[in-house]
């Protein structure tokens, strides 16, 4: 089903949301590193979400659609579903809201995402991924229980909230000639092509998804939305199997291209930012800055020069699985 145009967020309602969010919400800061802009050969912004209250740009699409419903609404209590980070950010927000909260979740969701998410006073739901739809589970849930659900990207609120760690970038850093973003679901690119139309309507504006699970890739190349097959990859965060009907639109009608990247690319990208910017980064965290150098190895002038911006969306991982990954 198509989305509604009516329904769909603007850019405005990005500036909105950064504005009903401020205070609560980080302003995370811009991250820089010679050594990888020597290697890229442009100046490379980075807006590390990692840092991020619940360790990830999710809080902000979360605060700001819970922020949002009624007196009512708030009293029932929302429900999610998530593999982790949506799943942690529903939970703080509706903890700082006092909204009851019931999340989702898989039931090989990383540990530290499972605890923090229990931790923040949400119910847990678990289901198996591969055999069992977690959107249907909710569905079920919120018809049951006369919860208001709230989605990890399809939802307006949602999307102009992720775009407001984008909004910031470019107020701090100021225009930039390319932004790559971390791509699942498309609601934080969504949110950043929005802003990107406010702030820097000449960027170029790249997405960049798991080689695994490039289910946007294809919706684009075909101009409907295509469903692909639970993918396998690190990046647990985007492995998603379809668009949305209101993040498609906006990636077909404005994104500049989406790229993909494989596993071992996100673990170089990982360690790239534990050892020049001193970040700890998840696998999808990774996406976009792996995605760049990709584009750049492929053509090394392709950037030559320029202002490029590099989202990163996140940092829950368990340490353990951070050191098996990026020490082997």
Do not use: W
């Not at 530290?112 to 998410?117: E, M, Q, V």
């Not at 791509?183 to 998804?209: I, N």
């Amino acid at each position: 089903m198509a989305a509604d145009p009516t329904d769909l967020p603007t850019p405005d309602d990005v500036r909105a949301a950064a504005s009903r969010i401020a205070g609560t919400a980080h302003r995370t800061p811009v991250l820089t590193s010679r050594l990888t802009d020597s290697e890229i050969g442009a100046s490379v912004l980075v807006k590390p979400e990692n840092l991020q209250r619940t360790g990830s740009f999710k809080f902000r699409g979360a605060f700001h659609t819970l922020s949002r419903l009624s007196a009512e609404q708030r009293r029932a209590g929302v429900v999610a579903f998530s593999s982790g980070n949506h799943a942690q950010a529903v939970a703080l927000a509706a903890s700082v809201l006092d909204i009851p909260a019931t999340i989702v979740m898989p039931t090989d969701a990383p540990a530290g995402k499972l605890a923090a998410t229990q931790g923040y006073g949400a119910a847990v739901v678990g289901y198996d991924r591969y055999t069992e739809d977690r959107e249907q589970i909710a569905t079920t849930l919120s018809g049951e229980r006369g919860m208001t659900l709230v989605p990890p990207f399809d939802h307006p609120d949602v999307i102009a909230g992720q775009g407001t760690a984008a909004l910031e970038l470019l107020e701090d850093a100021g225009p930039l000639d390319a932004l790559f973003v971390c791509l699942g679901g498309g609601g934080l690119l969504s949110g950043s092509l929005l802003a990107a139309q406010a702030l820097s309507p000449g960027a170029a504006v790249y997405g960049v998804e798991p080689e695994a699970g490039d289910d946007a890739r294809q919706s684009l190349r075909a101009g409907r939305i295509v469903r692909i097959e639970q993918p396998r990859t690190i990046a647990d965060g985007a492995a998603t199997t379809a668009l949305g009907t209101r993040t498609f639109p906006i990636l077909r009608d404005h994104v500049t291209d989406v790229l993909t990247v494989t596993d071992d690319q996100l673990v170089d990208a990982m360690r790239t930012f534990a050892t020049r910017m001193k970040i700890l980064v998840e696998p999808t965290g990774a996406l976009a800055m792996a995605g760049l150098r990709v584009a750049v190895a492929a053509d090394p002038q392709r950037f030559a020069g320029a202002r490029v911006g590099v989202v990163v969306s996140g940092g829950n991982v368990d340490l353990d699985r951070f050191t098996a990954l990026v020490g082997g």
